[in-house]
């Protein structure tokens, strides 16, 4: 099936560091979406973008949805333990469809 | 406010068997999404319903089929189960086709 191109596909820092992954696609998206999956449970929703340009913040992530239309990047500032975890950049079409990237593995070291 | 439930949380058929996966929706949301999500990948779209109706199709063949119901919750039955389709099976709710979707924990599925 379609998915985004996501990277980078793993990482593992240092507990304190900033890290900074991004998505981009060859079709254009009227919303792009940021979750966070723990092992065994559903996706959670951190960042929703809806508009090309936005830039938006919750705590210490941050996300822009590109002005193209075709990517969004997602950063986190002062990364702790409780930030590992995998995190899925999703478009979404003006049919409600979500397309997801392959994911990015966050590992942070204490 | 009550979130996304799934049931149940894991299961094992055998092959050619049939299941049924059940979803209740996030309160207020009318609109139920299902997607696979194999190991080590992203979700997959299966399909929307929306006002108990079939709302987009993604790339599955017939054997997946679903209904909602006017309580807006939702299943999915999956017939004549291939080894290839374990996986998790997510439903989000949203409040419309187009809003922001909420996933539920998952069902596990195992096909032996």
């Known amino acids: 099936g379609q998915q985004l191109n996501q990277s980078p596909q793993s990482m593992f820092i240092q507990e304190g560091e900033d890290v900074s992954m991004n998505c981009t696609s060859s079709?254009?998206?009227?919303?792009w979406l940021w979750y966070k999956q723990d092992p065994g449970e559903g996706p959670v929703l951190l960042i929703a973008?809806?508009?090309?340009?936005e830039l938006t913040s919750n705590g210490r992530l941050t996300a822009q949805f590109g002005i193209t239309r075709k990517d969004s990047f997602l950063n986190i500032s002062a990364s702790i333990p409780s930030d590992v975890g995998i995190y899925f950049c999703a478009g979404q079409h003006n049919t409600g469809k979500l397309i997801f990237g392959q994911g990015t593995t966050l590992q942070v070291k204490p | 406010e009550t979130g996304v439930t799934q049931s149940p949380t894991h299961l094992i058929k055998t092959r050619g068997q049939q299941v049924t996966l059940r979803c209740s929706s996030q309160?207020?949301?009318?609109?139920v999404s299902w997607y696979q999500q194999a190991l080590g990948q992203g979700p997959q779209f299966i399909f929307q319903?929306?006002?108990?109706?079939?709302?987009g199709r993604g790339n599955f063949p017939p054997r997946f089929s679903g209904l909602q119901f006017p309580n807006y919750s939702s299943e999915l039955n999956v017939n004549a189960l291939e080894l290839d389709d374990s996986a998790l099976y997510l439903c989000?709710?949203?409040?419309?086709?187009?809003?922001?979707?909420?996933f539920g924990p998952g069902t596990r599925l195992t096909v032996l």
């Open positions: 973008l809806y508009k090309a340009g």
């Open positions: 989000a709710s949203s409040l419309s086709g187009v809003n922001t979707q909420y």
């Open positions: 309160s207020g949301h009318n609109t």
């Open positions: 079709s254009i998206f009227n919303t």
């Open positions: 319903y929306y006002r108990e109706e079939e709302n």
